[in-house]
């Protein structure tokens, strides 16, 4: 091999290396617009941001992984990528804090408004741009409206921003049943991490499961409660309190 096909094939080698190493980039940081057209998935599958024509969809999922068939109830809003998530996406925490003041000023402040204000959803989609799959994250609305309860507007505000910042609930995941197993369920818990973590909005990233769930979250680097013991939100919010689901395991993942 003479020398220029030897430069050539080092800057073949070099521009391969470069390209694994972007994509890998991109698979670690999303940023938009890449996860809004979608990152690649297993099983032929891409991850995108959830958009407002995906609700049902969700709905469907959602049903599924929490057995909650309130959740079909048209007016509970089901957060597809709420403003500051977007901004955060664009512009990391510094867009996500913009976009967060911008809704906290156009909203209503009440507890409920949590999802509204830092809840976003992510789907798996085949190659059609059928829903395979779905997982919503979320600030935990009900935990807000039980230490929230009796306080006023100026007292709620500084506990939904501190909530919005250092707790994200995994409201639910969950999987088309014939495509179950091929990893795609994981695509979607380690996208939407790294939707928070770009974002900067957690410390503790949780949600609870069944105990047959557990080894799928632990496989991920999450830590298993026992079965039926909290967590105190301290660590996340600087405020002591207590999350448990009867019957469930907790599992948690701290920045």
């Known amino acids: 091999m003479g020398k220029g096909s030897r430069n050539r094939a080092r800057r073949a080698a070099v521009s391969a290396r470069s390209a694994t190493v972007r994509a890998q980039r991109e698979l670690e940081h999303p940023v938009w617009p890449g996860l809004a057209q979608g990152i690649p998935g297993s099983a032929d599958t891409r991850v995108r941001l959830a958009r407002p024509e995906d ?3 969700i709905r469907h999922y959602l049903v599924q992984a929490t057995e909650d068939q309130g959740i079909n109830d ?3 809003a089901v957060p597809t990528v709420c403003p500051s998530i977007q901004a955060g ?3 990391g925490q510094d867009g996500f804090l ?3 003041a911008e809704q906290l000023h156009a ?3 009440e507890p409920d408004d949590a999802h509204v204000l830092a809840g976003f959803s992510l789907v ?3 190659d059609s741009d059928v829903v395979v799959g779905a997982i919503t994250v979320a600030p935990p609305w009900r935990y807000l409206e039980d230490i929230t309860r009796g306080l006023g507007p100026q007292e709620i505000k500084p506990l939904l921003i501190q909530t919005m910042l250092g707790l994200a609930k995994i409201i639910g995941v969950a999987v088309r049943d014939d495509l179950r197993g091929n990893g795609i369920g994981a695509d979607l818990v380690r996208a939407a991490l790294q939707v928070i973590n770009r974002c900067g909005t957690w410390r503790i990233a949780f949600g609870s499961c069944e105990s047959k769930r557990t080894e799928f ?3 991920l680097g999450f830590n298993i409660s026992a079965l039926n013991d909290p967590i105190d939100t301290y660590l996340a919010i600087g405020i002591h309190g207590l999350i ?3 019957g469930h395991h907790i599992f948690s993942l701290e920045r």
């Open 124 to 126: 798996a989609v085949n």
């Open 55 to 57: 609700e049902a969809a």
């Open 98 to 100: 913009e976009g967060a």
């Open 74 to 76: 048209p007016t509970k």
């Open 89 to 91: 996406l664009e512009r």
């Open 217 to 219: 979250y632990r496989r």
């Open 107 to 109: 909203y209503t402040i």
């Open 244 to 246: 448990s689901t009867p």
